[in-house]
């Protein structure tokens, strides 16, 4: 199966291989969308203090989606019934780590939408990052170490409280 870039070309695309589940293609673009719009939500709950979880949190989890905390599989099986639609909707599967049957929708809608746009990869390959910007970080000052015995994290320090 291709897969391309842009929302209505990748619903024409699917389609054309699954014209009898056009509806079913439909109803999935709309739950990534849902899950995007619920992400505002449910990161505040996430956050809040624990003085504010107790009274807040119930109502901001009683506005997620119903596909919040539920498997992949879970939500696609009640779209479709056809096991080769969901294997090419969750054909990214492998960036989450784990099988449909054990993802987080959540997590699969969020990576799904992004890939939407198209999906990118360096020329000449992940080394190419490094190889770029080692140098710049060298220029300014910096190291850069591999395979190094950590015993101290800075987080949050500017340079010059160092």
Do not use: C
């Amino acid at each position: 199966y291709d897969a391309v870039a842009g929302k209505e070309a990748f619903r024409e695309n699917l389609v054309g291989y699954f014209p009898r589940e056009a509806a079913a293609i439909d109803r999935y673009l709309e739950l990534l969308s849902e899950v995007s719009r619920g992400m505002r939500t449910f990161s505040l709950d996430r956050t809040l203090p624990p003085w504010a979880a107790a009274p807040i949190g119930p109502i901001l989890r009683s506005r997620l989606p119903k596909s919040f905390g539920r498997t992949t599989w879970e939500v696609l099986s009640e779209i479709t019934q056809d096991p080769e639609l969901i294997a090419v909707l969750t054909g990214q599967w492998g960036d989450l780590g784990l099988p449909p049957k054990r993802s987080a929708f959540v997590i699969q809608a969020l990576v799904a939408k992004h890939y939407l746009h198209g999906g990118f990869y360096p020329v000449g390959g992940a080394s190419r990052i490094a190889e770029t910007i080692l140098p710049r970080i060298r220029a300014s000052g910096g190291e850069v170490f591999t395979f190094a015995r950590v015993t101290e994290i800075l987080a949050g320090r500017f340079l010059s409280e160092l």
